[in-house]
């Protein structure tokens, strides 16, 4: 069994997948060009904001995004501490200072509460995480930051495809950002990302920054980077972008079959409109559990076995454990089971049964 089956995947899609691979080969333009753009608005359309810029990763995406705002030496973001390392990295790549806030136990994405109580006058943005495929809680976070000027980015990573309030993630605040790489929802084969606006002077910003702050060839107006998404992904991204919604309408019943296996208090929440980057269950003694679901054929991962503000990286800033326990408490218990649209009912079924086994 697969933890994701994207070989399974591909062989969905192959002839499709193979011509448009085929036709950026012949075509002899490898970045940016038609498939780029073309993919851009189906983005930007599919996720109802006005811009839809591609780039190179989803770590690049908040990069950008931060860059775009202004956010420099000196200025502080909110963001948690239970998340991939990428989302905090970036912060601290641009010199300025990740405040770590701890999640809420049901659905581990950041406690609005807790954003409240970390604004100081240096806080320049806040970046909330859409964990597990299920959006943070915006219209909370909004009202915190907007009537004090903070930006809002989302990193939507992990959350490409789900549903707050009748609206997409990535158009749920001033910025949102995705990542394509190969094992979130919407994945390609190598790495990419996007970022979504739907304000035009943001948006023209985000497009310098992307490519080296030109505008214009040759003329540099601002400090970018090359942060492009090439044309294969792009064109690989346009095939499985079209099977996407097929894909979701699975992935959401294949959540519900978790959903009716687990109790809530074993598991993480999902909410029917998220899209299930992972199904994430709790476990006491996770070695011991692990050690049983792989003796009984069953893969398993980790997201994420240690919350970032206890990891060595992030240490400069001081915290210590005990700071944020329900990031730590998470941390020592979450552990997630094999999922994509491709996982089989059999193969389902059999997850469930060893997952009760190994935690009878
Ligand atoms: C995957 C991920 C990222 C980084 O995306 P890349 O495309 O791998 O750079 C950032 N934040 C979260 C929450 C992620 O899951």
Redesign the pocket.
Known sequence: MEFINLKAQYNAYKSEIDDAIAAVLSSGQFIMGKEVEALENALANYVSAKYAISCS????A?LIALLAIGVGAGDEVITPAF??A??AEAIALIGAKPVFTDVKERDANIDPKLIERAITPKTKAIIP?S?YGNCADFDEIERVASDRKIAVIE?G??SFGAIYKGKKSGALSDIGTT???PS?PLGCYG???AIFTSDKNLAKKIEQIRNHGQEGRYEHTAIGLNGRLDALQAAILNVKLKHFDDELQTRRKLASGYNAAFDESKRIFYDQNGVAAQYTIRVKNRDKVVETLTKLGVPSAVHYPKPLHIQKAFSYLGYKEGDLPISEKLSNEVLSLPFSAFLTQEEQEKVISAVKEATC
């Open positions: 990763s989803g770590t690049d908040l998340t991939f990428a989302t995480v964990l990193d990573c992990q990542s394509f790489f979130k790495d990419g990302g």
